[in-house]
Structures are given as C-alpha cells and as structure tokens.
C-alpha cells in the first residue's frame, strides 16, 4: 500500500493502482454508468497527448526541468501505445467540467513518470498539479480533448457513410432504367425509376458528408492556452505558442488557437453543430429505412416493390414470416441520436464562464457517432446491397396510376383530366382506357400516349411525347 494526499486529506491506495487519491475520490463520487472516460473512443488518447504536449512545451520553455519533461513524455507515450481501461475508472457523469477526467490522466502520468525516474515504486518527484498539469486547467484541456476525440470519430463515421453512398450509387445506376409507382402523401403519384428514387437518398448523404468534412476542420481549433476562464492565467506566452507547434508534431494535424478563448469556455454552439449534423444523418438513415419496410411491405399484401434480404426468421410462432429487420434497428439507432441531440441541446447552454456540462455532452456526441458507425456497415452488407426489386409489380403500379391523368391536363386542360381521372377511378380501369370510354381520343391515340410509362418520368422524354401527340391530332 502507499499513502497519497490531495487538500481534502490523505488515502490508502494499493500499489499496484496506477491512479492516484483524486481518482479514487471520483470512483467513490460517481458511481453512475458503468461506463467510464476510456470507453470514449479517443478522449483518454486525447487528453494523454495534450499532456504530452505540454510537457514538452514546458521543457523548450525552460518552465520544466527537462528529466521531468522527458519522463511525463516518455509516459505518455506507454500510454498512448496501450491504454488500459483499469487505469481510468472515472464515470462520464461527473461534477466539475471534467476535473476528475483530467486528474485521472494527471495522476497516471505523474505515478509513472516518477517510477521513470526512481526506478521505484511510491517515490514522487513527478506531481499530478505540478508538473504534469502546468500551464493547463481542466477548463481548457478537456474542451480540448473533447475536440481532438470527436474530430476523430467524424472521420470513422464519415468513412462509413461513404461505403453506404457507394451501394446506394450502384443501386441507383442499376436500377436507372426501372419504373415504379411514384407516391406522396402515401397515395399514387406520377411514375418515377427506382434508380432516381435511390438517387435522393444518394445525394442527401453526399450533402451530409459535406457537413462532417466542415466539423473536422472545426475541431481543429482548440480552447488549448486558455487556463482556467480564458485569460491564459498560468500559461507562458511561449507555452501557447509551442504547445500547439508539438501537439500537430504528435497527431500531424493542423490545431491551432480558437480566436476567441473566452468563446471558447463560455458557450458551446460548436456542439450544437455537431449534434444537429448527426441528427440529419439519424433522420436520413432513418427515413430511408422507413422507406425500405413500406417498399418490402407484403409480401402479398403490401406494396412489394422491394425484396430485402432475409437474414432472420422474423416470427416465433408465424412460420414464413421474414421482417426488415436491418431497417428496423436503424431506425432505432437513429431514434436514441435524436435523443441525444436534445441532451446536448440542453447541455450546452451553461451559464457564466465555463460550460461544465461538457461530460454529457461528449457521453451524448459519442454514443451517437459509434451508434452510427456500427450500424451503418451493417445496415449496407445486411440490407442495401442485397435489395431486389420487382419490376413487373413497379410498373402495374406505374400504369394503373390516376396521377397519369395529369399527361391529359397538358393536352385538354385540367377539368377533362379530372373527369378522365374519377372515371377511371370509378370503374376500375387505367387511364388510357377512360380516356377512349369518355370520348377524349381513340384507342390508337391512348395506346400512342400511354404505352411508354417510363418516359413520364423524365421530363425531355414526357414533352416530346406529349408534344407528338398534339401534332399526330392535328392531323
């Protein structure tokens, strides 16, 4: 055992603990989750590299004594080559801003620094406050981390989204030439091809990709320097300028400065950003799996457009049933992100000068990328890629649709559209054949007219036809 002290009085700890008293105080405070600061993808990472930077700042400085600085370096750099989750017990919920977090880290590195340099257990001439946090404050470091993780995760999820855009595309060129039954307000609409209708959910997430190529480039600026409430109290002018300078060195990004460093603590809209981007990708995944189950829905009974794959039987007691199950659970994932988001949207307004609700933030933002990003793969291999459609189906549906009514209403005008489309409506027959039993043109002309239902899904195709037609009865 080893005896440690903080200003609240002094503990027992194994010695085998690589943590320190603060640490133990925050296991003992909360208690919450079961989920503690390394089951954040990057964050621990994050705030080990920041401390690394530092140290070395400090030492070009001359603020440091340059075997300290070499041993902080040197343990974080163990750390970061295999971060053991034992060693950073904190619970995201927590007090304070993140000062449990960020004391965690400190006292890891301090407790293995030290043991660099005696070569022995329980001697401290590497101290948590004093050397491995000098020129930070948790106001400034774990806004930091915050930023370096999350910029991180944004690219994993992006990377995901792009294999998704890539089957979407290959469905859209696949299926370019395929008509359906276009529909909206979930009534018949005019013809639409499946490769179009899949050219939207194509073009929604390049835009969204977009968006998270901003976000990473955003999270490039860091409050780093800032101290306590921006006033940069406790770090050297030189400090802020080289940390920056070491900490790019060890990521090889571009970090800098953000403008405004009392911005930085007091608000967090940069989350709101963040979180709202997500919530687009939920809705979107959302609203295409939405619309994949009401396209598969049937078999006999629904629409039917679309066969998903089957990759479970989909009741214990309905033999023969197979559900969209892939879709469902992400519409399920993208629910729990649209919950967080409100998590965050609560969270970030904090009050004063520091956003101290910035753990449920980063738990909240977190949860929603790694939700997103395991679910996504799954959903492109599982569903997407394995989508078959039914042809014959999407173009009974196409041509028995009254919306064709409206090729009539460019010809005659709106009333006769309208008296065609009751009729048809009324006796159950398609539109071309109304249109002959109503007088409006004979069968040589309905066949002429509506014989080609794909070309009233392209603009060009649907004006030249409809234009022969006026000049064929003129004749």
């Known amino acids: 055992m080893r005896i440690e002290e903080d200003a609240l009085g002094t503990r027992h700890l194994a010695d085998d603990v690589a943590y320190g008293i603060q640490t133990v105080r ?12 390394a089951d954040i993808e990057g964050f621990v ?11 070395r700042a400090n030492r070009s ?19 970061l080559a295999g971060i053991r989750r034992q060693d950073y017990p904190v619970d995201i919920y927590h007090g304070g801003g ?50 370096i993780a999350v910029g991180g995760e944004l690219a994993g999820l992006k990377e995901s989204l792009i294999v998704l855009l890539g089957s979407l ?45 901003g976000l990473e480039i955003s999270c490039l600026g860091l409050p780093l320097g800032a101290t306590a409430i921006g006033t940069s109290f406790g770090a050297s002018a030189q ?5 920056f300078e070491e900490l790019s060195g060890l990521t090889g990004k571009a970090f800098h400065a953000e403008k405004n460093l009392f911005d930085a603590l007091q608000n967090a809209d940069h989350w709101l950003k963040v979180s709202a981007t997500l919530k687009a990708v939920a809705v979107t995944l959302s609203k295409l799996s939405a619309d994949l189950r009401l396209m598969s829905s049937g078999p006999r009974a629904g629409l039917g457009e679309i066969n998903l794959p ?9 033999p023969g049933k197979v559900n969209p199950v892939m879709p469902e659970m992400m519409m399920q994932v993208a629910f729990r992100v649209i919950g967080n988001d409100a998590t965050v949207t609560r969270a970030a307004e904090g009050e004063l000068d520091l956003n101290v609700w910035e753990s449920i933030i980063l738990e909240a933002v977190s949860e929603s990328i790694r939700l997103m990003r395991r679910a996504i793969p799954l959903f492109v291999t599982k569903c997407i890629a394995g989508i078959e459609v039914n ?3 999407g173009l009974a549906d196409a041509s028995g649709s009254l919306a064709l009514s409206t090729a009539l209403a460019s010809i005659y005008g709106y009333p006769s559209a309208s008296a065609v489309a009751k009729y048809a409506a009324k006796h159950g027959i398609p539109i071309g054949a109304a249109s002959v039993a109503l007088g409006l043109m004979g069968e040589d002309e309905a066949e002429f007219l509506f014989s080609d239902i794909a070309a009233f899904a392209h603009p060009e195709r649907a004006e030249r036809l409809i234009s022969e037609f006026k000049n064929r009865s003129r004749r």
């Open 26 to 37: 925050a296991i003992e405070n909360f208690s919450i989750s079961g989920r503690s600061i």
């Open 45 to 55: 990472a994050a705030i080990i590299l920041i401390k690394q930077a530092a140290a």
């Open 61 to 79: 400085s001359g603020e440091l004594e340059v075997e300290i600085a070499d041993a902080i370096d040197a343990a974080a750099a163990e750390q």
């Open 98 to 147: 993140g000062t449990a977090a960020n004391m965690n880290v400190n006292e890891v590195l301090a407790n293995r620094a030290s043991e660099i340099l005696s070569g022995r257990k329980g001697a401290d001439p590497v101290h948590p406050n004093t050397h491995v946090n000098m020129g930070q404050s948790t106001n400034d470091v774990i806004p930091s981390a915050m930023k």
């Open 169 to 213: 595309r290959e469905k859209e060129e696949a299926l370019a030439g395929v008509v359906k039954l276009g529909r909206t307000c979930l009534q018949d609409a005019l013809p639409i091809t499946f490769g179009q209708q899949f050219s939207g959910y194509r073009s929604a997430f390049e835009r969204q990709i977009a968006e998270i190529d």
């Open 239 to 243: 400090y802020r300028q080289v940390v």
């Open 310 to 318: 089957a990759v479970q039987p989909g009741s214990s007691i309905m």
């Open 391 to 393: 042809a014959d189906i």
